[in-house]
């Protein structure tokens, strides 16, 4: 199988290359040419393996420059030895009797980036190896909160590899930005960013481009590389999770093979709900995509009109890993909904960096609308969902999970579809203490990490072993740049 360039279907790579690069030169996202189908007794076949099992059955079919035993290898690494606080990796958790949470969380960094970052330096790192590379891999990556410690956590002292995470000053959870500064290993680094996690990620994405600066790397014996989504083998393990899920209810007879599901997905990037796209394509039968944004909803206006516009107010809200107004995997979903169509693509990414703005054509805004929903929360209602999912289901949940809640709320409310559905939890309320705490009703809040305990006396549940440990933790990193001066910090580090 190659991969593509959604910018130029003629730049065709293996995916060991795609993985390895990250990013297409034209600045495109590689795309698999073709998308496998699932056999016809797949899911079957699937319903009572582990999760690891059913990661080599989904990735092999993509990656054929891998064999199966290396991905075994891979994926017992990857969600074996503990890594995971629970046997099921994913599990799903029913909520009521037709709603259930895919739980995403369990990992080392407790959010739901473990689930593709503790994959893919297995899969980076062999793919240099096939691709006889003999440089080191420079990896960059831009975060909105969540994303960063799974990086680094995922690629800390791996070999080849050094690993550079920005993040928007003033614009992720205490939580969250403790354990990126406090993060261990010999080849990381962490800065803040003046600016939003757009600054950061356009950033980033400037760095990938910039011809002068790859090539003073390239004569200090490295090269750029990334572990954001706009990786293929970013997305690729995240496909995964939504067999799986299917899977496990079939196994628990919650569903029949071939019923019915709908996924509601909360997101700002549109890497993990076009991971399920990419499953239903593949043939799981999920109906409803459902896509959960918050204030900053500028997916949900997409959605519903066909028209992207970055031109607005950016907030920065309690569910900080959704505050983006540049959602980059969009550019995955407009080429296959193209046909493929790549300078049609490329048009969209033009106007969206020179405008700030696209409208799509209607054959897509077409598909557009038979595929997904969208709806979108701001911060009073995303408390109000996660006390009330508490005192009526003594569930607790992050902001993040409850903006998912709230928008199949409003979906089956206005539609009255009453499909069996999927949410997406992609966060330890314990990284978000004290918004999940006032919700809960606790307004008189612990300082720094303490906090972490006054949540779990107030809720019973425990905190969870990684963030527990971040109270014996030194700060490592505290460097702050401006978004015009990333270039210097990348220069600094590999001196």
Partial sequence: MYYVSTRNKNDRHTASEAIAHGLAADGGLMTPEVLPNLSHNALDTMRDMSYQQRAVYVMNAYLDDFTSSELSVYTTKAYGGGKFDTREVAPVRGVDANTYCLELWHGPTCAFKDMALQMLPHLLTASLVKNQEEKTACILVATSGDTGKAALEGFRDVD????????????????????????????????????????????????????????????????????????????????????????????????QKGDLVNVCVPTGNFGNILAAYYAKQMGVPIGRLICASNRNDVLTDFLNTGVYDRNRTFYNTMSPSMDILISSNLERLLFALSGQNDEEVRTY??????????????????????????????????????????????????????????????????????????????????????NVLRAIGVNDLAQGTDILDQLAEQSGVPVPAPLAALKEKPIRFADTVDKDHMADRVLEMLH
């Fill in 160 to 255: 080849k590899t050094r690993i550079l995470v920005f993040y928007p000053k003033d614009g992720v959870s205490a939580i969250q930005q403790l354990q990126m500064n406090t993060q261990e290993g010999t080849n990381v680094g962490v800065c803040s960013v003046v600016g939003n996690f757009d600054d950061a990620q356009t950033g980033v994405k400037r760095l990938f481009s910039d011809e002068t600066l790859r090539q003073e790397l390239a004569g200090r014996g490295y090269f750029f590389s990334s572990a954001n989504s706009i990786n293929w083998g970013r997305v690729l393990p995240q496909i995964v999770y939504y067999i799986s899920a299917y899977c496990d209810l079939m196994r628990e007879e919650k569903i």
């Fill in 349 to 434: 990414m033009t106007q969206l960096s020179e405008t700030g703005r696209y409208e799509v054509s209607p054959a897509i805004r077409s598909k557009l609308d038979k595929l997904f929903a969208a709806g979108c929360c701001d911060d009073e209602q995303t408390a109000r969902t996660i006390g009330r999912m508490w005192r009526e289901h003594h569930y607790l949940i992050d902001p993040h999970t409850a903006v998912a809640f709230d928008v199949l709320e409003q979906y089956r409310s206005k539609t009255g579809d009453q499909t069996p559905t999927i949410v997406v939890s992609t966060a330890s309320p314990f990284k978000f203490c004290d």
